[in-house]
């Protein structure tokens, strides 16, 4: 079974003279493990798409399943716990905690999950993200590019069966960049992450197993590429 299939998502903002059809009936399916990278041209519906996705908002008409669930059916309560346990956001808006530290921020939705963190796997991580000496300090005290590496380390740490970034090396050199999507790699690999990327930057879409493209709403898919 696919591990996320959207069927026929279409999704309108606003009303009248006003509105935006920002999703044109987007219909696909993802195995597990796959690595996605969704490309597209600024405002053509990428955000909206993984917004769907992740249950951030509502579709006008359409359904996304995750694992076999249809999220859209479970109640609030129900689906705050399913997003939790299962998929990992690595957004924008980094929204660290700022009285945690990098090593705190890191460890903190397994903590919420009343878990204990593998301590080899946050190592692993904060090595990666080259954070090793940053782990004590707070997000006030850290670059831009820096808090994105932790919003990243957050988002893996669950081992989610579902990564949905949006831009995650947006703010990033190209070194770093790399770096991260080598994790993402190996997180779809070696763990049967399925991983869906928006990015602009055709370099590391060419690392994902899959490129789908979003143009005015409508999505493409633009296959795989070999390295
Ligand atoms: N909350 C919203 N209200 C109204 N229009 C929106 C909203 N969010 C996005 N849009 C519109 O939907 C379209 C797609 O936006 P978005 O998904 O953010 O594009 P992308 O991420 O590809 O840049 C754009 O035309 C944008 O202006
Ligand atoms: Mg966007």
Redesign the pocket.
Known sequence: MDLLEVNRIN?T??TGEAA?N??KNVNFRVPKGEFIAVV????????????MIGAL?TPTSGKVFIDGKDIFSMKEERLTVFRRRNIGFIFQAFNLIPELNVEQNIMFPVLLDYKKPDPAYVEEILTVLSLQDRRKHLPRQLSGGQQQRVAIGRALITRPTLILA?EPTGNLDSQNSNDVISLLKTASKRYQQTIIM?THNRNLASRADRVLQ?SD?VLTDLGGFSE
């Open positions: 999704k903002y606003g935006v920002a999703l597209g041209e600024s405002g053509s519906g990428k955000s909206t798409l993984l917004n908002d949006d928006i979003v709403g």
